[in-house]
C-alpha cells in the first residue's frame, strides 16, 4: 500500500485492527486483599499501583461523560525503579451505582492501535454500561501513551510484496526502517512486548481498585487479552476475544494466515459476483469474475488508475486486504476501478467501500516523547516495533524470505506475496522475553465471523483449542472483521456477549448465530 500504514499489523477493520504460566521477568506482585483489592504489602511496583489518577475531560471533540488520565509505568517490568513511561486512560463510569459491577477494559487491536475512544464508540447495549465503568487505553508506545517514532517516511511506511526485481531494495528497505527504529528508540525497543502491556493492564487495574478486570479485545486485542489470563489468571474475570488469532502463530504465520484467508474470501466474493453479472458486469461465472479482476490488476501495474484522486498500480488495489471483507462492498469496488480504468477518469469510491490506501502518512516527530498527540508514523512504528520484539521466531535470513515469499505468491496470489514478504524484523534487536505460550483453562468468550478473511475461522478456532476453558461463538455467513457491537453487526451474537458480560454464564457447549440478512 503506497503512502498509508502496513496493512500487515492487523487492526480492527470494523473500526472505527515459550514462556510457561509464570512469567521468567517477575509479574507484577499485585496481590488482592481488602476491599480495594490492593494489597497493603510492600512491593516493587507499589509506587505505581499507589497513585492517584486526576481525571480530566479528553479533548474537545470527546464527549463529556468520558474522562482521561495518565499514569505512570515502568519501562522494564524486572527494574521497576528504572525508567518510567506514561499511559492515558480513558473511563466512561458506568449509568448504576447499584449495579455496578467493576471495569471493562477494551481493546481495537494493531498492535498499537489507540483505545482512548473505544468506551464511546462501541454501540455498548444499556445493560453492558450499567454495570461496568467502560475503561479505554492507548497501549505502551501508541497513541498518547509515550508514542514512539522511528522518523519514518510515508513511503517507509509502505508494503512491499515480493518481485525478483525489487528483492534487493526491499530487503535494504527493511533494514532501514529497522536502523531508523534503533536509532530513535532503540532503548525502549526491547519492552515494547504483549507481556509488557498485559502487565500495565494490571497496574491500571490496581489503580482503579480492582481485584479482577473484565475485557473486550479486537483482532490483536485477542492476543493480548489470552497473554494476562496466562499471566494473571487469577484477576481475570470476564474476557471476550472477538475475531481471534492464533496464538501459536503470531507473527510471521498471522500473516500467512491473512493471505490464506484472502484467497478463500476472494473465492467467495467471485462466486457471489458471478450471480450478480447483471448488477456489477465483471462475468457470469466465478472463473469470468477472477480473469476480470487478474486483467485489471495487470492493466493497473501497466498504467496506474486513477481512482479518489490516487494514481493506483495493481501493488496497490491488491495491498487492501480489506476488499473481500464483505462480498457487496468488494463487488462495488472492483466494478468502479473497472470502470474508472475503461473511462481513464476518476470514478467516486461507492458508499460503504472502504479507501484503497487508508491514511496518508508524513514523516513525524522523532524519538519518543509524552507529547498529547502521536506523530504521524506512530502506528507503522509501534505496530513493528511490537511484532518483532514479541517473539524470536523471525528468521535473520533474507533468503529464507525470498522462498517463502515465492511459495505463498503461487498459494495465494491474491496476497501471498505481501504476507511472506520481507519485513523489518529480520533486522530487529531482540526483545527482553521469550513468546508467550497460551495454555491454561480461564473462561472466555471467542466471537468469530465465518467469513473474516483478516483473522480466519481457523486461527479462532486455534485461539479456542488454547484456551481450554473458553466457548466459541461462531456467526455462520458472517462477514467482516469484527463481530460484537460494531455497526452493522449481528444481534444474535450481540446478545450472547451481553449475557456472558452480564452474568458471567458461558454457553454449555460452542454455540452458533447465522448471519442476520444477506449481503444484497
Not at 521477568?25 to 497493603?40: C, D, E, F, R
Not at 449495579?99 to 468506551?119: D, F, H, K, S, Y
Not at 476472494?266 to 457471489?272: D, K, L, P, Q, V
Request: overall charge positive; some cysteine.
Amino acid at each position: 500500500m503506497r503512502n498509508g500504514t502496513t496493512r500487515r499489523a492487523f487492526l480492527l477493520a470494523a473500526g472505527l485492527t515459550a514462556a510457561c504460566l509464570s512469567s521468567p521477568i517477575p509479574a507484577p506482585a499485585l496481590a488482592a486483599s481488602g476491599s480495594s483489592g490492593v494489597s497493603t504489602a510492600a512491593t516493587p511496583l507499589r509506587e505505581y499501583t499507589q497513585q492517584k489518577l486526576h481525571w480530566k475531560p479528553c479533548d474537545a471533540k470527546s464527549p463529556r461523560a468520558l474522562r482521561c488520565a495518565t499514569l505512570k509505568v515502568p519501562l522494564d517490568y524486572s527494574d521497576p525503579g528504572g525508567r518510567k513511561i506514561s499511559l492515558s486512560i480513558s473511563r466512561l463510569k458506568a449509568t448504576s451505582t447499584t449495579e455496578r459491577r467493576g471495569v471493562l477494559l477494551l481493546n481495537p487491536g494493531g498492535p498499537g492501535a489507540p483505545g482512548l475512544q473505544l468506551p464511546t464508540e462501541l454501540q455498548f447495549p444499556a445493560e453492558v454500561k450499567r454495570q461496568y465503568d467502560l475503561i479505554g487505553f492507548d497501549p505502551r508506545g501508541a497513541g498518547q501513551s509515550s508514542p514512539v517514532s522511528c522518523g519514518l517516511t510515508a513511503e517507509e511506511q509502505a508494503d512491499h510484496p515480493y518481485k525478483a526485481e525489487t528483492f534487493t531494495k526491499d530487503v535494504e528497505w527493511a533494514r532501514t526502517v529497522a536502523e531508523k527504529c534503533r536509532a530513535k528508540a532503540g532503548d525502549l525497543l526491547p519492552y515494547l512486548i504483549t507481556r509488557n502491556s498485559a502487565r500495565d493492564m494490571d497496574v491500571i487495574r490496581a489503580v482503579l481498585g480492582e481485584k479482577k478486570i473484565s475485557y473486550l479485545g479486537y483482532s490483536y486485542g485477542t492476543y493480548l487479552g489470552a497473554v494476562y489470563m496466562q499471566l494473571f489468571p487469577g484477576r481475570a474475570d470476564r474476557f471476550v476475544l472477538d475475531s481471534a488469532t492464533d496464538p501459536t502463530r503470531i507473527y510471521r504465520g498471522t500473516f500467512q494466515d491473512m493471505a490464506k484467508g484472502a484467497e478463500q474470501a476472494f473465492t467467495r466474493w467471485a462466486g457471489w459476483t458471478a450471480r450478480r453479472d447483471r448488477t456489477y458486469g465483471l462475468g457470469d461465472t466465478p472463473a469470468e469474475v477472477r480473469a476480470t479482476y487478474w486483467k485489471l490488476i495487470a492493466r493497473a501495474d501497466r498504467e496506474p488508475i486513477t481512482f479518489d484522486g490516487q494514481a493506483l498500480t495493481g501493488d496497490d488495489i491488491r495491498a487492501d486486504n480489506s476488499t473481500f471483507f464483505h462480498v457487496k462492498a468488494g463487488a462495488e469496488r472492483i466494478a468502479a476501478l473497472k470502470k474508472a480504468a475503461e473511462n481513464g477518469t476518476p470514478a467516486p469510491t461507492p458508499s460503504g467501500t472502504a479507501s484503497t490506501t487508508g491514511t496518508t502518512s508524513t514523516t513525524g516527530t522523532t524519538g519518543t516523547t509524552d507529547q498529547a498527540e502521536a506523530p504521524d508514523d506512530n502506528y507503522a512504528s509501534i505496530a513493528w516495533s511490537v511484532m518483532c520484539a514479541d517473539t524470536r521466531t523471525w528468521s535473520h535470513d533474507p533468503e529464507r524470505y525470498r522462498r517463502e515469499a515465492i511459495r505463498d505468491k503461487a498459494r495465494y496470489p491474491l496476497y501471498g506475496d505481501f504476507a511472506s514478504a520481507i519485513t523489518p524484523c529480520a533486522f530487529w534487536p531482540r526483545g527482553s522475553e521469550p513468546q508467550t505460550t497460551i495454555d491454561n483453562s480461564v473462561g472466555a468468550l471467542i466471537t468469530q465471523n465465518e467469513w473474516d478473511p483478516q483473522t480466519p475461522l481457523f486461527a479462532g478456532r486455534a485461539m479456542h483449542h488454547a484456551l481450554r476453558g473458553s466457548r466459541m461463538l461462531t456467526v455462520t455467513g458472517g462477514e467482516g472483521h469484527g463481530v460484537l457491537y460494531v455497526p452493522g453487526g449481528n444481534s444474535c451474537a450481540d446478545k450472547a456477549g451481553t449475557l456472558y458480560l452480564t452474568t458471567g454464564r458461558l454457553p454449555a457447549e460452542d454455540v452458533t448465530c447465522r448471519a442476520t440478512a444477506d449481503p444484497a
